[in-house]
């Protein structure tokens, strides 16, 4: 016989009160809390129905099949068993009241290095995909709080550098979300704006490392090492996106080191790709691909499905740039099962970008540079129709993709409209990273420049050059 609500509730918060739950909580071991409410008489299908979570992913859990990371998955846990405060604590979740804090009027991106630090934080723990507007209304709610938030953050950085030896859960969790929420920060704000921040947080992570002991069975030091990796290798993206490759590789090589005393190879599998990036906009297809292709092999089996779809769409792509048509269309399809079994917001910080969107831009891009433009096209429409204004970044590169498509369809005066479209969007983000890409566009181009369309494009472009510092990576 089925247990009714209140009855379920009140096994819920007796199980909670015993030391056992504590421990789980502690360890975040969601896999433990649902054995020990089996054991109560709690069933999947019970905790599926308070927690919205799918009873097939409990049983992942419960088995050991999958570890849940994203602060959303455990905060849909946490609100729908209806967790006493000290669990949720345990578990490193914010009170149940917290979302009521009052907002300021101002709603403004913050410059300030520590609000944005805050912001990020506050991002990466949510785990989920957080649009622009919300982030606004988050960036509000840390400028209301931030003065006792600060004292407490201190607080804590200044005992762990004091005793590095005593590294706490907490300060680890914290550097953690605030490496996840840069990696979301940048898919929202210029390269410019967060890259002081993302540096001061580089520097407080480097600075407990080394005052603390190294010990290879030191599993909060190890974490601590990947969350240096992780947020290195997006210092270097954007360093590149700032037009500055030396800065970039001192990066990525600094990721990697770190990778590879963390023994965490998706790491330097991530760096790999984002390096690609450089010999690509110069041209360079070959290295980019052989990067690529190196990233792919040192990814192991099945560790980051997320990243394997990212590496093998940019491989495809790189591909079809090379005329390899063939290679093209097996890197895509194994682009396509990686993405499949993907599950982004339980994988790695950089994979967070690739939505169905983002990797349709992707298949645009690879379809373009076969000769499947219908394809490119069709799927064309298709994104476009689901992009929203705030979506400059991803717009900018799905019509730089598209214009390109028609060029080489021959549609001329289409391709210069597009090309003008996501230069535009381009320039509004502050992004340089995209910009080559136009470069190419205006060469393919310029045999035409008699025609209108083609003329405003090329005049919006120069303007481009004289306002901005662009990089011909």
Request: some cysteine.
């Amino acid at each position: 016989m089925a247990m009714d609500q209140r009855h379920v509730q009140k096994i819920i918060g007796q199980v909670f009160a015993g030391q056992e739950m504590d421990e789980a909580c502690r360890r975040r071991d969601i896999g433990a809390i649902i054995r020990v409410l089996s054991r109560h008489g709690i069933t999947q299908g019970q905790i599926a129905t308070l927690t919205g979570i799918a009873q097939g992913r409990l049983s992942e859990y419960k088995t050991g099949k999958r570890v849940p990371t994203a602060t959303s998955t455990f905060e849909a846990f946490a609100d729908g068993l209806g967790m006493p405060e000290k669990a949720r604590r345990a578990l490193g979740l914010a009170p149940m009241g917290d979302g009521d804090t009052a907002q300021r009027a101002d709603l403004g991106i913050p410059t300030d290095t520590f609000d944005l630090q805050l912001l990020a934080e506050a991002i990466g723990k949510r785990g989920e995909d957080v649009k622009r507007r919300e982030m606004l209304s988050m960036t509000a709610k840390i400028g209301a709080t931030t003065v006792a938030v600060q004292s407490e953050v201190w607080e804590q950085l200044a005992y762990a550098l004091a005793r590095p030896s005593a590294l706490s859960e907490a300060v680890v969790r914290e550097m953690e979300a605030r490496s996840a929420g840069f990696h979301k920060l940048e898919e929202m704000m210029p390269a410019q704006a967060i890259f002081k921040g993302l540096a001061a947080h580089i520097k407080e992570i480097s600075t407990l490392l080394n005052g603390a002991a190294s010990d290879p069975k030191d599993e909060l030091r190890r974490r601590l090492i990947v969350a240096a990796g992780e947020s290195c290798v997006l210092a270097g993206w954007i360093a590149s996106d700032m037009g500055s490759s030396a800065t970039a590789r001192n990066f990525y090589d600094t990721a990697e080191r770190a990778a590879k005393e963390a023994n965490d190879l998706s790491i330097i599998a991530c760096a790999y790709g984002y390096r690609s990036y450089i010999p690509s906009g110069k041209g360079n297809h070959g290295r980019a691909r052989a990067l690529l292709g190196s990233a792919l092999e040192l990814l192991p089996p099945s560790e980051s499905p997320g990243t394997t779809a990212w590496l093998a769409a940019r491989h495809a792509e790189e591909s079809g740039a090379l005329g390899d048509k063939a290679r093209a269309l097996q890197s895509w399809e194994q682009a396509t099962e990686a993405f499949s079994i993907a599950d982004p917001e339980e994988d790695r910080v950089w994979t967070r970008f690739l939505d169905s969107d983002r990797f349709d831009s992707f298949r645009i891009s690879t379809y373009s540079k076969i000769g499947k433009l219908e394809e490119a096209e069709e799927v064309a429409r298709s994104v476009i129709a689901r992009l929203t204004e705030l979506d400059k970044k991803r717009a900018a590169i799905i019509l730089g993709d598209i214009a390109t498509a028609h060029l080489i369809h021959g549609s001329i005066n289409e391709a210069a409209r597009l090309a003008r479209e996501g230069l535009s969007a381009a320039r509004d983000t502050g992004s340089a990273i995209w910009t080559p890409r136009f470069e190419v566009l205006a060469q393919g181009l310029r045999r035409w420049q008699h025609r209108p369309a083609v003329r405003a494009f090329l005049e919006d472009l120069a303007t481009a050059r004289r306002q901005t510092a662009w990089s011909r990576r």
